[in-house]
């Protein structure tokens, strides 16, 4: 069955520093990755996705994720960290229902906190 | 363009009441999910919506959560007989025909005394 592990509850970071939020995936066959962020009384946010191609992928408010298949891993990253990037985010394998179809599934979640 | 939207933003209701709430895709998707978040169970699948396919039910909890599609565009997700275990943030998310990126919408906190 797919899962996906987020490690960390929560990640501290000082402003201008880089960050990392770490997420392991357990599928069987190609993964379909996702990285959303989620401010406090909004909805998730989509960041990037890994569907094939590129091991770095690129995203929104210049954060990227790296895939790596032997580590199962697809950890977000940013060079440098922004007061404005504090919030929840959530890593997410794509999923097969019956019909062909797919969901989402989620990592419990990564609080990051940077600090000024 | 506009995104996904949901209604109510908030519920407090009485447990044993029924609630609905109500999701507005963005236009042209045909895919719906529902999603509940809550403390205990994070991020978890209720149900999936297609074109004017059968739905895929197979994540609601129990036979008190029913959803439906009409016209294939706005969704109603229903909860019959609120109890409290049902607190939480109701999600709902779009996606194009053979999309593989959800877009979410800001959710229903759902708060039942």
């Known amino acids: 069955a797919q899962s996906v592990a987020q490690p960390e509850d929560q990640v501290n970071v000082a402003e201008g520093n880089p960050l990392t939020v770490k997420c392991t995936y357990s599928?069987?066959?190609?993964?379909?990755l996702f990285w959303y962020v989620q401010y406090p009384n909004r909805g998730l946010q989509f960041l990037l996705k890994y569907i094939t191609g590129d091991n770095l992928v690129k995203g929104s408010y210049g954060f990227e994720a790296e895939f790596n298949k032997s580590q199962t891993s697809f950890h977000l990253k940013k060079p440098s960290a922004l007061v404005s990037d504090s919030a929840l985010y959530f890593c997410?394998?794509?999923?097969?229902?019956?019909?062909?179809?797919?969901?989402?599934?989620f990592g419990a979640g990564t609080r990051l906190a940077v600090h000024p | 363009g506009a995104g996904v939207s949901q209604s109510p933003s908030n519920k407090v209701t009485e447990k044993g009441k029924d609630v609905e709430l109500r999701c507005d895709p963005i236009s042209g998707h045909t895919a719906l999910y529902w999603y509940r978040q809550s403390l205990g169970q994070g991020l978890e699948f209720l149900i999936y919506?297609?074109?004017?396919?059968?739905?895929?039910k197979s994540g609601l909890p129990s036979d008190r959560f029913s959803a439906e599609r009409t016209g294939g565009s706005v969704s109603t997700l229903t909860i019959q007989r609120t109890q409290q275990e049902d607190s939480a943030v109701y999600l709902c998310a779009s996606a194009g025909q053979g999309a593989d990126t959800q877009y979410f919408g800001p959710g229903t906190r759902l708060t039942v005394l």
């Open positions: 919506f297609q074109g004017n396919s059968a739905p895929d």
């Open positions: 599928v069987s066959g190609n993964p379909y």
């Open positions: 997410a394998v794509r999923a097969s229902l019956t019909g062909g179809y797919n969901k989402l599934i």
